[in-house]
């Protein structure tokens, strides 16, 4: 039954994420706009406004999870993508490694895997987020 919701809840949240009709932040499948999700092709993890702050930064923002259950699951993922609003949006982001120079396609943000593909988690608690912004000069 677990697994089973854990899969519809993935389904919702690709589907979401490739559907390009829109990208307003509403109620939906995903839930609510202060939801943040993350996930990969067999689990899903869904915080919601108690489990997290975000503050924006020169560079994107930061997520700080504060639901300590919930960032030891979020720390298990492997090559995770995450789903949330920004800027009255939904907003992708990838996972990248943190030796890498290039930036994942499709996605409006990125942040740091090690080498094994997990999240670089910094401070204890916090996911730095990289915006990925198109380069005026080309």
């Given amino acids: 039954m677990a697994v ?3 899969l519809s809840l993935a389904i919702a949240a690709i589907t979401s994420l490739t559907n390009a009709k829109s990208n307003e932040c509403f109620s939906d499948s995903l839930g609510s706009c202060e939801k943040v999700l993350f996930f990969t092709h067999a689990d ?3 915080l919601d406004q108690t ?4 503050e924006d930064n020169a560079a ?3 997520l700080t999870i504060t639901n300590k259950e919930k960032l030891s699951l979020v720390k298990e993922l492997k090559n ?3 789903s949330f609003c920004r800027k ?3 907003r992708k982001a990838k996972g990248n490694d943190i030796f890498s120079s290039s930036i994942p396609n499709e996605a409006n943000y990125f942040f740091p895997l090690d080498k094994k593909g997990y ?3 910094e401070r204890k608690n916090v996911v730095n987020l990289k915006e990925i912004r198109p380069d005026v000069n080309h």
Avoid at 51 to 54: A, G, T, V
């Fill in 60 to 62: 994107g923002c930061e």
């Fill in 4 to 6: 089973l919701k854990v």
């Fill in 88 to 90: 009255g949006e939904r």
């Fill in 44 to 46: 899903t993890i869904v």
């Fill in 80 to 82: 995770p993508a995450m």
């Fill in 51 to 54: 489990d997290y702050q975000m």
């Fill in 119 to 121: 999240i670089y988690i």
